[in-house]
């Protein structure tokens, strides 16, 4: 008999739990006794899973997903089953970070690359772009946990000046409120080294830190996250004015980007999860070490 025929309205679910097995087994059973309907609920998945996150996940994604809801499958398989239903994540341009770092402030030593982080609110990285909006460029600047990759803080404005990054550094302290100790690393823009914002990090008992001339990878966490939200947010839309951008730019980033999307770096879960995981096996009064013998 089918297995149609005999679950009804019953979620996979629901089932597994009536019949106390694991929905891994069930799958497994599902692939040995009826493969047809076990490839139908595999495919059926990942289209879910596609339109729910708007085809922003790729196969490694969707693959990590369907593994937590218990089936049983492999990335090629996945990759196959999204090349058949045109379903393979949307890329769209280039990403290309800008920074002036022509000023007169004092630049600081990188201490990112010697961290060893433990928990969140240890090392805070930084980093802003322009954003085109109709007729006009907007600025948007953000603040990453470097631990979870969760972003704490962010502002747009139409000018360039400080006050920018000086706004999102400052929704970052607000909600996160940090003890004395955090690092911060940016790049060497002239936004991060401002007395404004220095002067800000200094109030909260907080050391800076800076990428090295010509190596921008030392701030890869914050320019891979602008990367993502520029490809799979900007990039899809046309924005009517800069508060259409804000609402838009939110929804991403505090309802999708923090709380479900899975991050590769982070063994596919989302940051809240993983900092909430963090909480739970470490307790929030981890502390950070220092690699020694480093290039700084």
């Known amino acids: 008999m089918m297995l149609s025929s005999l679950q009804g309205k019953l979620s996979v679910e629901r089932m597994c739990t009536l019949a106390q097995v694991s929905r891994a087994g069930f799958y497994r059973w599902l ?7 076990e490839e139908t609920a595999v495919r059926s998945a990942i289209q879910e899973i596609a339109v729910q996150h708007r085809r922003w996940y790729g196969y490694r994604r969707i693959t990590a997903q369907l593994r937590q809801r218990g089936m049983v499958v492999n990335r090629k398989r996945v990759l196959r089953m999204m090349q058949e239903d045109n379903l393979l994540a949307i890329r769209i341009r280039k990403f290309v970070p800008t920074t002036d770092s022509r000023h007169s ?10 961290m060893e982080l433990t928990a969140p609110n240890q090392l805070w990285v930084a980093d802003l772009t322009y954003i085109r909006v109709q007729q006009e460029f907007v600025y948007l600047a953000v603040v990453l946990d470097a631990f979870s990759r969760r972003v704490i803080g962010w502002a747009l404005n139409r000018s360039l000046r400080s006050t920018v990054a ?5 929704q970052a302290i607000e909600q996160r409120k940090p003890l004395p100790g955090l ?3 940016s790049d060497r823009g002239v936004q991060y080294a401002s007395e404004d914002y220095i002067n800000v990090l200094r109030k909260h008992g907080a050391t800076c830190s800076m990428s090295r001339v010509g190596n921008p990878y030392d701030n890869a966490r914050c320019e891979s996250f602008l990367k993502t939200l520029k490809q799979e947010e900007i990039y899809c839309r046309e924005y009517r004015d800069m508060e259409d951008l804000r609402v838009h730019s939110s929804a991403f980033i505090e309802e999708y980007y923090n709380r479900r999307r899975l991050h590769s770096a982070l063994g596919y879960v989302s940051p809240a999860a993983f900092e909430h995981a963090s909480e739970q096996s470490t307790g929030p009064a981890a502390r950070m070490s220092f690699v020694s013998h480093q290039e700084i």
Do not use: G, M
């Open 105 to 114: 402030f004092e630049v600081y030593l990188n201490l990112a690359k010697r």
């Open 183 to 185: 690092v911060h690393h």
């Open 166 to 170: 000086v706004d999102a550094l400052q």
């Open 31 to 37: 692939k040995t006794k009826e493969p047809a309907a």
